[in-house]
């Protein structure tokens, strides 16, 4: 599968953040460590069946375009975002918005991450 478009994250905790989108149903395809300090995630990579991949490493001052972490916001296309809400407060995320209909068509629910990122999960593809 080809990927068009990566999400990248900086995170507190890279390891937690591997995790959560394993929970997520996200698939490990590679994950870069510093060899100095195997803590430090230089690069992970997870693909979402749907399309679409995250990219994730560890927060660093020492970085030349640093991004705080916890402040993304993702939309993740699925079949079920009932089960997928409650897949994601299972593994640590908090509820913004329960699952409900959109006026536009579609189901979506709203989670925080344990990074504080929010991820919108729902069956709305797009007009």
């Known amino acids: 599968m080809d990927v068009g478009m990566w999400l990248s994250l900086t995170c507190e905790d890279a390891d937690a953040m591997m995790r959560w989108l394993t929970v997520l149903g996200f ?3 590679a994950v ?7 803590s ?4 992970a990579e997870y ?21 705080r972490p916890g402040t993304a916001a993702v939309y993740l296309l699925c079949d079920d975002p009932d089960e997928l809400h409650a897949r994601a ?6 509820s913004l918005r329960e699952p409900d209909d959109q006026d536009y068509g579609g ?17 709305y593809a797009g007009a």
């Open 89 to 94: 407060l299972a593994a640590g995320g908090t």
């Open 32 to 38: 870069f460590r510093e060899e100095r300090d195997p």
């Open 107 to 123: 189901r979506v629910a709203v989670v925080r991450d344990p990074e504080g990122n929010l991820w919108s999960v729902g069956t």
């Open 40 to 43: 430090f995630v230089q690069n």
């Open 27 to 29: 698939e490990e395809r």
């Open 47 to 67: 693909r979402w069946a749907k399309g679409g991949g995250v990219m994730i490493s560890t927060s660093a001052e020492r970085s030349a375009w640093p991004v």
